[in-house]
Structures are given as structure tokens and as C-alpha cells.
């Protein structure tokens, strides 16, 4: 799998350039390979939040079941 060369960097060239790592993760998510392979993406704190907001965990799951089984 191809990842265009803004979007991608090597892991020496994240560890090296971590700012511009960071400043371009505001924008778009960037992708940190290793040996060619896709490893880790590192995406903007605001994009962060935006998509967890709709996430639930499999504790919560677990936790409103257990408090629905007690209740009735």
C-alpha cells in the first residue's frame, strides 16, 4: 500500500522532524511507517475528540448492563 510522501513518514523521519509531525497532524492524519509498513497514525487533539465522542467502551457496556439487571 502507497501512502503519499506529506502524508507518511519514516520512523527516523518523525523521531527527527517531530514538530512538523505534530503541526501537520492539525490538518490531515500522518502516517509513521517502518520498514515501508504503516506502524502509527497521529492525528490532531480537536480530531481526536471528534471522533471518540461517539465511541463507547466495552466497560461502559458491561457497567449499564449490570446496573439494568440490578434494577430491573
Known amino acids: 500500500m502507497a501512502y503519499p510522501k506529506m502524508n507518511s513518514w519514516s520512523t527516523s523521519e518523525a523521531k527527527n522532524k517531530f514538530a512538523s509531525l505534530i ?3 492539525q490538518s490531515t492524519e500522518q502516517v509513521v511507517l517502518r520498514y515501508g509498513k504503516p506502524i502509527a497514525v ?3 487533539y480537536e480530531q481526536y475528540l ?3 465522542q461517539n465511541t463507547v467502551s466495552i466497560w461502559d457496556l458491561f457497567r449499564d448492563a449490570e446496573m439494568k439487571r440490578e434494577h430491573g
Do not use: T
Request: aromatic share 0%; net charge positive; hydrophobic share 35%.
Open 23 to 25: 503541526n501537520n497532524s
Open 42 to 44: 497521529v492525528i490532531g
Open 50 to 52: 471528534a471522533k471518540s
